[in-house]
């Protein structure tokens, strides 16, 4: 039997062995040449040209004024604006999570009632624009110039006035707080409901409570989908600060503005505070990097690390990722 399968394999004068083949030596032996691109290069070669002529233009024209750029950076009512833009963004960030995690969490509940409050919430205020927000809530004194709490339609136990009592931080600090809310309730109950269901109701087979299936099986899979798009929320918001300069609140850019409504300088001063959000949005987005991969690990997602990321998005100073085999 043995020798019958060996005359089946063995090769024949009409079926030569591969090895055998005249010109393999020199096919197996040749070099791999990849695939020529050139709409690639050529499209790389006019971007390079555009980043040379930006890059040029930032560093010959005089009207930039570099040195009174340089002077302003760390002026000490640019450094109070930039904390209080800093702390506002935290603030606001923080207040609106735990909103929105609640919202959230009736968005998904059986009760029709709360799903219905939390929905008509999430409706109003991202359908309202944010300054129109930020300005109702500053003139709130001129719609409510009293509040009071008692019975509805009964008497009244306390009542005080709102002409001093939404300032502007306060009003930016709501307004802020209320739209984050919004916007996060949606970014969560989208990153419960990316978990499937069979994961829960194992969890359940195995005999785990509602509360510890949330955070051991729930949050630990929804977290890869909540983060990124939280990321974006928190940059957006700290840029987003910038309009409560429209009440007269010194964050950032309103000091920068005070400052050119004095000197003139506008182009420096609008380009100091470019730059500290420039600054701000980097280290967040840093940071950002960082916890996704914290959440992502175990899975494919993962991705290459911040040294293989950065080279790879810099083709002059590396050869970029590799391409894998096909799947």
Request: net charge positive; glycine share 10%; aromatic share 12%.
């Amino acid at each position: 039997m043995t020798s019958d399968v060996s005359d089946r394999v063995s090769p024949s004068p009409d079926f030569p062995a591969v090895s055998g083949a005249p010109g393999d030596e020199v096919l197996l032996g040749a070099r791999l040449v990849g695939s020529r691109r050139p709409g690639r290069w050529v499209s790389a070669g006019v971007l390079l040209v555009v980043a040379a002529m930006v890059v040029h233009t930032l560093f010959t024209n005089r009207r930039f004024q570099w040195p009174v750029v340089r002077s302003f950076f760390f002026e000490d009512s640019i450094v109070r604006g930039l904390e209080l833009t800093i702390w506002l963004t935290a603030a606001v960030v923080a207040t609106g999570y735990v909103l929105g995690t609640g919202l959230a969490a009736a968005r998904l509940s059986s009760n029709p009632i709360l799903r219905s409050v939390s929905f008509f919430f999430v409706w109003l205020v991202r359908s309202v624009p944010m300054l129109v927000q930020l300005l109702f809530w500053y003139e709130l004194a001129s719609l409510y110039p009293h509040l009071s709490v008692g019975l509805p339609f009964g008497p009244a136990f306390a009542s005080f006035s709102t002409a001093h009592l939404f300032g502007g931080v306060l009003a930016a600090y709501v307004a802020l707080s209320l739209d984050v809310a919004a916007f996060s309730a949606e970014i969560i109950r989208g990153g419960i409901l990316s978990v499937p269901a069979g994961q829960v109701a194992a969890a359940q087979a195995l005999g785990l409570g509602r509360w510890r299936t949330f955070r051991r099986i729930v949050v630990p899979q929804a977290m890869p989908a909540i983060v990124p798009a939280s990321g974006n929320l928190l940059i957006g918001m700290l840029k987003a600060t910038s309009i409560v300069s429209v009440i007269a609140v010194p964050d950032l850019l309103y000091s920068a503005q005070l400052i050119y409504n004095q000197d003139f300088q506008i182009v420096p001063l609008l380009l100091v505070a470019t730059l500290w959000y420039i600054v701000l949005t980097t280290l967040l987005s840093i940071g950002q990097y960082f916890l996704e991969r914290r959440f992502a690990r175990g899975s494919a997602r993962r991705g290459a690390g911040f040294g293989a990321l950065f080279r790879g998005n810099l083709p002059l100073f590396g050869t970029g990722p590799a391409a894998g085999p096909l799947s």
